[in-house]
Each structure stands twice: as structure tokens, then as C-alpha cells.
């Protein structure tokens, strides 16, 4: 015998709920889509909005042919989009030409900073890592020395190299700043005013005047200061002049190698918000110009 199971019949009301939700989501659904389709409508705008208006700017774009490296790397966005068509290797040689001091001073650049400036700032600069390593000898570095019997410790000398070359590098930040003109030069191009032109030309070259006059005065004053304690050092401590050679060598190569590393981080930056599709990574753009400039 067989026994059948009737389905309980849905109510009325069910039903009718069941409908209601149906619509309901129906309707959310048709929202978020054009919700969606409305925010995407508008971001293809804006991206073309931003073409046309540098597809406008392009006849009065500089050509690139007339920048220097350093007019190339401060371009703003919507500009280095168009003109800057360098590769990493390419961007990352432009900052080392002008982080890594012996590259600065030496290699052929089309730079707007004097020649002979560039090289006594590099005498200079060595003249200091010599004097300033010969500072941190102590009564205890002194003691070392005597115990080893003049035999060069390399890793008691790190703390002393390490001090020596931040002292050195802050130093030379402030020679660079009165000594290198670059700055001021491209300033005074990018001003379009022929009237502020000509205003602004006579308040720079006054201003250069007095920042060369400083720095030769002071660059003078430490030549001779380094001179003399130098001369005074190795006849007192004849024992440790090699030593003092070594950690100065080791404390100038030290700043020489590391711009190597540090110029490679805003290229990785740099580049791919360049190379956007959108073109909408300014953000990421100013960051490495912020971190170009730290160095």
C-alpha cells in the first residue's frame, strides 16, 4: 500500500514576499550597474580630457634637444609624459652624473655649473675626508694602535670611518649649495616675463657673486686649516700616518660608492608612472622627485 505525501501548499503571502524581494534586488542590481557604468563613463572622460588637453600643450612643449639632464628630471607630469622618453638606464645615469662626486667633477656635462668650481670642490672635499678622520683619533684609537703594533685593524676603525663620512658629507652639502650655480641658471629659464627676466638676471648674478665670494673665502680658510693640521698630524703620530691614509681612502670611497645605490630608487618610482596606461600616477611621480632630491 502505498502512501503519498502532499507538499504543503505556499501561502499567498509567501508568495507575494518572495516577489517583492525579487524585484527588489532586481533593482539594486540595475543600480549598482549603472552606478558602475556611470564611474566608469566618467573616469574615460577625464582620462581623454587629460589627452586632449596634452595633445594642445604639445606645440608649446620645450624640445627635449634643448634641455639638460637636470631641466629633464624636473618636468612636471603632463610634460614628462610626452617628452621624457628615457629608460631606466638612461634616467639612472642622469642622477649619477650628478650624485657621484668623481663623475660630477670629471665626465663631460651639459650642466650650467663651472668647470673649475666642480674641481676644487672635489679638492677640497678629499681635503676633508683626510682631516676630519684624523679627528676622530682618540687617546683610546692612539692606545689600540700602540698595542697592534701598527698593524691595521679594519673593524675597530669602522665607527670612526662611519662618523668621518657623515661629518664630511654634511660639510660638503653646504660647499655645494654656495659653489653650484645650476639651480639659480634654471630658475631664471623657466620664467617667461622678458621684464621679470631681466630683474631676476641681475638679482641672480648678485646673488651668485656673493655665494662664489663665500665660498672662496671659506674654501680657502679649510685648505689651509687642512694643510696645517694635516703637516701637524703625521710629524706628531708618524706611526699612524698610514693608518690615517687608509681610513681616509676607505671613508672617500664609502661616499663615492653609495650614490650607486641611492640613485636607483627613484627610477623604479619614476618610470612605470611614466610608462601608466591611464596616465594617472602623478602622485607616485612627485615622490620621486622628492626622494631625487634627498641625496
Request: glycine share 2%; charged share 25%.
Amino acid at each position: 500500500m502505498k502512501i503519498s505525501i502532499k507538499e504543503p501548499k505556499r501561502s499567498l503571502f509567501t508568495n507575494n514576499t518572495q516577489l517583492i524581494l525579487n524585484k527588489k534586488n532586481s533593482l539594486i542590481n540595475k543600480r549598482k550597474s549603472r552606478d558602475k557604468n556611470i564611474k566608469e563613463t566618467k573616469e574615460d572622460k577625464d582620462n581623454t580630457e587629460k589627452k586632449l588637453n596634452f595633445s594642445k600643450n604639445r606645440s608649446n612643449l620645450p624640445r627635449i634637444d634643448n634641455l639638460n639632464d637636470e631641466e629633464i628630471n624636473q618636468l612636471d607630469y603632463g610634460t614628462a609624459i610626452i617628452i621624457d622618453k628615457r629608460t631606466f638606464m638612461q634616467y639612472y645615469w642622469s642622477l649619477l652624473k650628478k650624485k657621484q662626486l668623481i663623475l660630477f667633477t670629471f665626465y663631460p656635462s651639459n650642466d650650467y655649473n663651472i668647470r673649475i668650481i666642480k674641481i676644487s670642490f672635489f679638492i677640497i672635499s678629499f681635503s676633508l675626508y683626510i682631516t676630519i678622520n684624523g679627528f676622530f683619533f682618540s687617546d683610546a684609537t692612539m692606545h689600540k694602535v700602540y698595542e697592534s703594533n701598527g698593524e691595521y685593524n679594519f673593524i675597530y676603525q669602522i665607527p670612526q670611518i662611519i662618523y668621518s663620512s657623515i661629518v664630511s658629507v654634511v660639510i660638503n652639502k653646504l660647499l655645494k649649495y654656495l659653489s653650484l650655480s645650476e639651480k639659480s641658471i634654471l630658475d631664471l629659464k623657466k620664467e617667461k616675463n622678458k621684464k621679470l627676466i631681466n630683474d631676476n638676471c641681475q638679482k641672480i648674478e648678485k646673488c651668485l657673486k656673493i655665494k662664489l665670494l663665500i665660498y672662496f673665502i671659506l674654501g680657502f680658510l679649510l685648505m689651509l686649516f687642512c694643510w696645517y693640521f694635516i703637516s701637524t698630524f703625521c710629524a706628531v703620530y708618524s706611526n699612524t700616518q698610514i693608518i690615517l691614509i687608509k681610513n681616509s681612502l676607505i671613508s672617500f670611497s664609502l661616499s663615492m660608492i653609495y650614490p650607486c645605490g641611492y640613485a636607483l630608487l627613484p627610477g623604479i618610482f619614476r618610470i612605470p608612472a611614466l610608462r601608466a596606461k591611464n596616465q594617472d600616477q602623478e602622485c607616485i611621480y612627485n615622490l620621486s622627485e622628492k626622494i631625487e632630491l634627498i641625496a
